[in-house]
RNA sequence: GUGGCUGUAGCUCAAUCGGUUAGAGCGCUGGACUGUGGCUCCAGAGGUUGCGGGUUCAAUUCCCGUCAGCCACCCCA
């Protein structure tokens, strides 16, 4: 062995790379549809692009270096910061709201584990400049819409969708304080991974009392819309803050989503600069990490590009995509796919076999033939693991006659047909 | 970065208590089959047992280190 790529990163051989077109191009058409423009910006950043929002200690998760103009410069992690810039830059002269997608490859330095390697492809989807939470429920619609485009159903995925200022408010109307909120919030995230008893000695730790213990997981267990507003119903301010989540969703329903929609309010996504309505796709099977998510980022626009703009995306990769798909998806229909595999009987076939070949290739047919001679058999067998519909077989009886075989090679049957027609075959 | 588990052919796996030349299926190449694939049969190629060291007459097997993968943290994408 001559070694192999390095850890996280991947080599993608055809049936891999066959895949992966698959989701780009899945993702293109839904984007497409939904009138979002394609950008892109450069894979290496400046290192201050993500130390000036996130602190110092991200250097440790980045693929971080100088260059050899001593500049300190950084693979992308994410994509948002150069999308702030770009936007930044040319605030004044885009429409509002800015609809835009981005396929970027990005680069994290981290150990890796499954669904979560060194590098991966993240679709985004950013909607700039619009608070209206129909926004909110525009991006959570394209988002599930890429899963039913990849024929994938609310028996497979769900969306969960929450919005920290429901949270915030239900928090703080049972009692927490402000400083409270943080501890709070990170207990509801894990509240499905980690044991009560711990999560309640780390409230216990914040000083948080018993009965706001009890109000914490009072509403990590709310599920749906409605319970959710009965909630809000009791508390002060509730139900004008419980206003975006219910148009969001009601939105969704309305659109004919509403199976894929499940309001919970334990998603809160790690990221601090989340403002509003925050979701995930995961699989029901709940096997896999999130297959997406994202949410509405107010402030963030504002902090790294200097231009006060309300904002919302959600990012998509494609490992964690990747592995549903090939979990439960259909069979892939991604490769290259052949048109005719031609086939020379004799010696003196092989220049006619050529000559056809070239002007089937000149029409935009895809052909291929054994680049050296070989028993019909055996290239009966290469155009069949070829995945060739049909073999075109070319010998001396044929030509004397002006005609080809043309062999089905899924039914078996096969049938002359003259050379002049032969094109009618693909038009 | 921390901890646990696992590393044998391209893939899935086997190899007795530490014992002689590390095997099988699938896949790949060739042949049986000189104008017709899928089936069957035969043969072949492919291994520094992840790598390095140690113990031993002898290591795929036991020990240590290291690298890689998986899992849980961390962190989130």
């Avoid at 599930?144 to 024929?151: K, L, P, T, V, Y």
């Avoid at 058999?377 to 010998?395: F, H, N, W």
């Avoid at 002006?402 to 089905?408: A, C, I, L, S």
């Amino acid at each position: 062995m001559q070694g192999q790529a390095l850890p996280g990163f991947r080599d993608f051989y055809p049936d891999e790379l066959a895949l992966k077109n698959h989701i780009f191009a899945t993702w293109r058409d839904v984007a497409r549809r939904y009138g979002f423009q394609e950008y892109d910006g450069p894979p290496l950043e400046p290192l201050e692009l993500y130390t000036d929002k996130s602190g110092e200690e991200i250097v440790q998760q980045l693929y971080a270096f100088e260059d050899k103009g001593g500049r300190k410069v950084a693979l992308r992690p994410e994509m948002t910061p150069t999308l702030a810039r770009m936007v930044g830059a040319h605030a004044q002269a885009l429409k509002k709201p800015i609809r835009w997608f981005s396929i970027p490859q990005l680069f994290r330095y981290e150990r890796q584990q499954r669904g979560r390697l060194r590098e991966h492809f993240q679709l985004n989807m950013d909607i700039i400049g619009e608070a209206s939470p129909l926004a909110d429920a525009e991006l959570i619609a394209a988002a599930i819409d890429i899963m039913r485009a990849f024929g994938l159903g609310p028996a497979d995925v769900r969306a969960r969708v929450s919005d920290r200022r429901v949270l915030r408010t239900l928090l703080l109307g049972r009692g927490l304080t402000e400083p409270q909120l943080p501890a709070a919030f990170e207990v509801i995230d894990k509240s499905e991974r980690v044991p009560r008893d711990a999560m309640a000695a780390k409230l216990r730790e914040t000083g948080i009392g018993k009965r706001e213990t009890d109000a914490v997981f009072e509403i990590a267990a709310l599920r749906g819309l409605d319970a959710v507003a009965a909630a809000l119903a009791k508390v002060k301010g509730g139900e004008e803050a419980g206003e975006p989540l219910r148009q969001a969703v009601g939105a969704l329903e309305a659109m004919g989503l509403g199976d894929f929609v499940l309001v919970d309010l334990t998603i809160v996504r790690g990221l601090a600069y989340y403002t509003g309505i925050v979701f995930e796709l995961f699989d029901t099977g709940k096997s896999l990490r999130a297959i997406c998510g994202g949410g509405r980022y107010d402030g963030l626009l504002n902090a790294l590009g200097g231009v006060d703009l309300p904002a919302l995306g959600f990012g998509m990769g494609d490992v964690v995509l990747g592995e549903l798909l090939k979990e439960r998806g259909p069979a892939d229909q991604a490769s290259t796919k052949l048109d005719a595999f031609l086939i020379a009987v004799s010696g003196e076939d092989m220049a006619p076999v050529l000559k056809l070949a070239h002007q089937l290739r000149d029409l935009g047919v895809a052909v291929e033939y054994g680049l050296r001679p070989a028993a019909i058999r055996k290239q009966l067998e290469l155009a069949a693991a070829r995945g060739a519909p049909r073999a075109i077989i070319v010998g001396p009886d044929e030509r004397a006659a002006g005609e080809v075989v043309v062999r089905d090679l899924k039914a078996g049957t096969e049938a002359r047909v003259p050379i002049a027609k032969l094109s009618g075959l693909f038009h």
